[in-house]
T-cell receptor, first 110, second 118 residues
Framework: GQQLNQSPQSMFIQEGEDVSMNCTSSSIFNTWLWYKQEPGEGPVLLIALYKAGELTSNGRLTAQFGITRKDSFLNISASIPSDVGIYFCAGRLGNTPLVFGKGTRLSVIA | GAGVSQSPSNKVTEKGKDVELRCDPISGHTALYWYRQRLGQGLEFLIYFQGNSAPDKSGLPSDRFSAERTGESVSTLTIQRTQQEDSAVYLC????????????????FGPGTRLTVL
C-alpha cells in the first residue's frame, strides 16, 4: 500500500545529542502524527499536528507540519537512553485511514 | 484498563491452521483499525471499521484474511489456512471517530499479537 518516505532509516547517536528525522509525501495531508514504538509494544502517540506550519512541542520533542503540507519533521533534543525505539510518522487527508512511514530506528549510546 | 487490548499476546500455530485474533478497543471509539508489522518493518494497513462496517477491504493481503466487528466494540481478525509468510505482529488501533479534525481521529494502539506460523 501507499507509504510515506521517512528518513533516516536508522540513527546511532551519543547521549546528549540532538536528533532530527523527517517524512515526505507526494500528496498533501491535513494531519501529521508522530508515534514511538518500543520493543514488544504497540506505537504510542507522541505529537499530533493539524495545521500547516504548526510547530508543537512535547517535552524534549518538537514536531512541525510543513508549510507545503507534504512533509513533517520531528526533533529530539538532548537525547537520553530511554529515547531508544522506532519512530513512525503518519499522515492522512480527509476521510481516509492513516498512512505510515517505515520508521526511523533510533539507538542512543550512553 | 482504559487502553486498547489484544489477545492473545503471542500465538504459535502450524501451517494450514486457522487463527483468530481479538481486539478490544477503547470504550466509545467508533473507528477500529488492523495493521500488520513484519519483523523490522513499518506498519502495513489491513482494514478499518467505522462502527461495525468495513468500507474498504482492499488492504487485506488475500482472501484467507477476514475481519468482523460487532456491537461497535470487539473486533476479530481471522486468518485461514495460515502460511509462514503470515508470521508478523498484528496491531489493532482505535480512534474516537474517523475523518474529523481536532484529534478525534487520533489512533491509539494495542500491544499487538505476535503470530508465528511454523
Amino acid at each position: 500500500g501507499q507509504q510515506l518516505n521517512q528518513s533516516p532509516q536508522s540513527m546511532f547517536i551519543q547521549e546528549g545529542e540532538d536528533v532530527s528525522m523527517n517524512c515526505t509525501s507526494s500528496s498533501i495531508f491535513n494531519t501529521w502524527l508522530w508515534y514511538k514504538q518500543e520493543p514488544g509494544e504497540g506505537p504510542v502517540l507522541l505529537i499530533a499536528l493539524y495545521k500547516a506550519g504548526e510547530l508543537t512541542s512535547n517535552g524534549r520533542l518538537t514536531a512541525q507540519f510543513g508549510i507545503t503540507r507534504k512533509d513533517s519533521f520531528l526533533n529530539i533534543s538532548a537525547s537520553i537512553p530511554s529515547d531508544v525505539g522506532i519512530y513512525f510518522c503518519a499522515g492522512r487527508l480527509g476521510n481516509t485511514p492513516l498512512v505510515f512511514g517505515k520508521g526511523t530506528r533510533l539507538s542512543v549510546i550512553a | 484498563g482504559a487502553g486498547v487490548s489484544q489477545s492473545p499476546s503471542n500465538k504459535v500455530t502450524e501451517k494450514g491452521k486457522d487463527v483468530e485474533l481479538r481486539c478490544d478497543p477503547i470504550s466509545g471509539h467508533t473507528a477500529l483499525y488492523w495493521y500488520r508489522q513484519r519483523l523490522g518493518q513499518g506498519l502495513e494497513f489491513l482494514i478499518y471499521f467505522q462502527g461495525n462496517s468495513a468500507p474498504d477491504k482492499s488492504g487485506l493481503p488475500s482472501d484467507r484474511f477476514s475481519a468482523e466487528r460487532t456491537g461497535e466494540s470487539v473486533s476479530t481478525l481471522t486468518i485461514q489456512r495460515t502460511q509462514q509468510e503470515d508470521s508478523a505482529v498484528y496491531l489493532c488501533a482505535s480512534s474516537l471517530a474517523l475523518g474529523l479534525a481536532g484529534g478525534t481521529d487520533t489512533q491509539y494502539f494495542g500491544p499487538g499479537t505476535r503470530l508465528t506460523v511454523l
